[in-house]
């Protein structure tokens, strides 16, 4: 197989992907996701993965290439974008599968890809930041690419971490880091919780008091799951911590971080409750750049102009990208996020996720048609 990243986008292959941008994406169902395939159906799975994700890049590269120059011309920006075109490529190179051969080599590229692919929430705050800065004008417009960006994000992951978790690795190879938390399984909410509120707690001095239904289970993805949870958990226990230092600096107590999960009938509803303060830009938080309670609207930084591209992912989302992520990902998957916060008391955000059926389809991909 050629080497994709030596290659780049020529213009054949342009004329290839625009050719493609004429197909429409493709939902998702839950029965594709939690249906085990056997070892007989793994070549209909890598043949329907390949042609699903090798759509999916080429609605992504659309709207890379719709971005305007300053945005494009961007470090990070085009390092992410070269990841996708290397990404296609490796589509392209493997035009056809149909033997265990090319399984295995799809399965081996597509295992890369992941690998390549975990720093790019990284690079896409860096690169936001410094566009935001080099043109304020631009910032709606990059926005709405982030929307994108990320709701398409979630779909393909689905994609590639279900066939990397049906189709038995290579000898000598593992699975990427997340593939196992990226596919549909039964799920507790509370152990993702107290996972994290002893990770924070930690750090921050700040208790997490659990309660409620903490023995439930549902169907859904837990990676994405912890995606939601760990955002509003880290928020709630870092502006309390910042609310108690500032109020009563020489106290070793802190209010605590209230948690509290129902089942209901529509799906399991969590509540965050803290004592920080309330949030002052209510109206803005889910605005991408805009950290909850910061003084200012986008946080930027001096230190922009000269700042290195980071390769190194992280488990922190960028500043100001941590409650829109939340937000998307709860709600491609049928559940929503709302916060209500009282100024000079504390924040309440109500978290629902629906139990994922074994039937049905997930949330609209919104990456075809975003040009009209």
């Avoid at 659309?62 to 075109?85: G, N, S």
């Avoid at 938080?285 to 980071?310: F, R």
Wanted: proline letters at 5%; hydrophobic letters at 40%; aromatic letters at 8%.
């Amino acid at each position: 197989m050629t080497n994709a990243a030596s290659k780049g986008l020529n213009l054949a292959g342009l004329r290839r992907v625009r050719g493609l941008w004429k197909e429409d994406v493709r939902r998702i169902t839950l029965a594709e996701l939690w249906a085990p395939v056997g070892a007989d159906d793994h070549l209909n799975l890598a043949q329907r993965t390949h042609h699903d994700i090798k759509i999916r890049l080429a609605h992504r590269l659309k709207d890379f290439l719709f971005l305007p120059y300053k945005a494009m011309a961007d470090p990070a920006v085009r390092r992410i974008y070269d990841k996708y075109v290397n990404a296609y490529l490796l589509h392209e190179d493997l035009a056809t599968l149909e033997s265990e051969d090319c399984i295995a080599k799809y399965w081996l590229g597509l295992a890369h890809v992941f690998e390549e692919n975990q720093n790019v929430t990284t690079l896409l705050g860096q690169g936001r930041r410094r566009i935001v800065r080099l043109d304020p004008s631009l910032a709606s417009e990059f926005d709405a690419f982030l929307s994108r960006f990320f709701v398409s994000r979630i779909g393909t992951h689905l994609l590639g971490a279900n066939f990397l978790n049906q189709v038995q690795a290579p000898s000598g190879c593992r699975k990427p880091a997340g593939v196992a938390m990226g596919v549909l399984q039964p799920t507790r909410p509370a152990s993702f919780i107290a996972d994290l509120a002893n990770s924070l707690c930690e750090r921050s001095s700040v208790n997490v008091e659990l309660e409620g239904a903490t023995d439930t289970s549902m169907l859904y993805i837990p990676g994405h799951m912890r995606v939601i949870l760990r955002e509003i958990l880290q928020n709630a226990v870092q502006a309390s911590k910042l609310r108690s230092e500032a109020l009563l600096p020489n106290s070793s107590t802190m209010p605590a971080v209230q948690v509290k999960i129902n089942r209901g009938q529509f799906g399991v509803f969590v509540t965050v409750s803290d004592k920080a303060g309330g949030i002052p830009d209510l109206q803005n938080v889910w605005n991408w750049g805009v950290e909850p309670g910061a003084s200012t609207g986008d946080v930027e930084g001096d230190e922009l102009e000269d700042e290195e591209l980071d390769e190194k992912p992280s488990v922190r989302l960028p500043l100001g990208f941590g409650l829109p992520v939340a937000r998307l990902t709860a709600r491609y998957f049928g559940g929503d996020l709302r916060l209500q916060s009282l100024l000079g008391y504390g924040t309440n955000v109500y978290i629902h996720m629906p139990e994922l059926q074994r039937q049905g389809s997930l949330g609209a991909d919104a990456s075809s048609g975003s040009f009209g």
